[in-house]
């Protein structure tokens, strides 16, 4: 029974993003202007790649702020119930569904990123280092299918816009496409992987010598969502198209009638510089008086738990008037204040001004914790209030930095 839980969960949230970014893309359509032609310019240098910033329309941006605060507080719960004494039945399932929901949680942040950073300006990564790792972990199953593999990947290949767990995720559901067309089909095997660099962008060709794709097959692949009879990859290629689109690229099937299958993405190349990757250690804290702010009753009672486990003092309310009453008129007596943004009667970010104005020096030790970083206002306030913010589903490492942070101050 527990094993169904993840599973559920997955698909859940498979199923809201899929619903976000089909909302997302859609838009009204512009009418058509005739324009009267006009003399070339100039020759001039080449322009800049274009930086073009995708926003999430209001409902969608609420519906991810619900998921993201769903997935911290199952998060916060499966934390506390680790080293808790169960059978290894339960034990198992305990750690499988705190795996799924880790997933569940990067798959959501992989889609913020579409609202967090311009097209073209995400992370870098190299998408030769992470094609070859993917082949790498199905190398056992390619062998066992007796697949030739033909591959041409260059090694000088420029950096693509496009986070690498995104990148890893969306190669290894394209392989895995392949691999299920290949496995159905007769002997010889045959997978060709090639990658090219192609004006701004870089393009991935993946061929397989699978079966001819039928024109049914064709329509499940390309609206996967429409059919409630499938089993012929069409999560995994819609998955991979959804992660490309929203790394703003593309990804397209091009059939062919000897029976080749091939699938085509392009990726933006990346107009940033890659910094060397760094792993942060939590800092081991003194004691301190936390005040911890959230409408949610569930992510509060956890995050509460979560400190008190790693030896600090916490007070937790419900809203921004109930923090106020807490925090008095004159001094505080708390180290830090680590709150929500969007709460009723008094937010997070109206707490925070209130005080800026009245007490500047506690204003100065809030740590914001929220999963609506999708609306441009909450970014730009999280990035212009100069206070540290961590996106929930949060890991409780980065957490207690932030609380470092403002109690260095």
């Not at 995104?166 to 992987?193: A, I």
């Not at 699938?263 to 936390?290: D, E, F, H, Y």
């Amino acid at each position: 029974m527990e094993l169904w839980i993840s599973f559920a969960f997955g698909g859940l949230v498979c199923g809201v993003l899929g619903f976000l970014i089909g909302r997302q893309r859609a838009g009204p359509r512009r009418p058509m202007v005739t324009v009267a032609p006009k003399p070339p310019p100039p020759p001039r240098a080449a322009a800049p790649v274009e930086i073009r910033r995708v926003a999430l329309d209001e409902g969608s941006a609420n519906v991810l702020n619900a998921l993201n605060n769903r997935l911290a507080a199952i998060g916060a719960l499966a934390d506390l119930l680790h080293g808790s004494p169960l059978d290894p039945e339960r034990a198992r399932a305990l750690m499988m569904l705190h795996g799924e929901v880790r997933r569940a949680a990067e798959i959501t942040q992989h889609f913020l990123e579409l609202s967090e950073h311009p097209i073209g300006a995400s992370e870098p990564s190299d998408a030769a280092v992470v094609l070859n790792g993917v082949l790498a972990e199905r190398e056992v199953t390619l062998r066992e299918l007796g697949v030739k593999l033909d591959r041409n990947i260059p090694h000088d290949l420029p950096m693509v816009a496009c986070p690498m767990a995104q990148l890893t995720e969306m190669f290894t559901r394209l392989l895995d496409f392949s691999l299920r067309r290949l496995r159905d089909s007769q002997p010889p095997r045959e997978l060709r992987v090639a990658v090219g660099d192609v004006g701004q962008s870089l393009t991935i060709l993946l061929s397989d010598s699978g079966a001819p794709l039928s024109v049914e097959a064709e329509q499940r692949l390309v609206s996967p969502f429409r059919f409630t009879q499938g089993g012929g990859g069409e999560i995994e290629f819609a998955l991979a198209r959804a992660l490309a689109q929203s790394a703003g690229g593309t990804l397209r099937l091009r059939p062919r009638p000897t029976g080749n299958a091939e699938v085509i993405v392009t990726l933006p190349k990346s107009v940033l510089t890659p910094l060397a990757q760094t792993t942060a250690t939590a800092p081991s804290l003194p004691k301190l008086r936390i005040l911890v702010v959230d409408d949610d009753a569930v992510n509060r009672q956890a995050m509460r738990l979560l400190l008190e486990r790693e030896g600090h003092e916490v007070v937790a309310v419900e809203n921004g008037l109930e923090a106020v009453e807490r925090l008095g008129p004159t001094t505080s007596g708390f180290d830090a204040v680590v709150t929500d943004l969007q709460m009723p009667r008094l937010g997070g970010r109206a707490l925070w001004e209130q005080l800026l104005e009245e007490r500047p020096q506690l204003a100065r030790r809030f740590v914001f914790v929220t999963g609506d970083r999708a609306r441009d206002e909450t970014r730009r306030f999280l990035e212009e209030c100069g206070q540290p913010s961590v996106l929930k589903p949060y890991d409780l490492g980065d957490l207690i930095t932030a609380i470092g942070t403002v109690t260095k101050r």
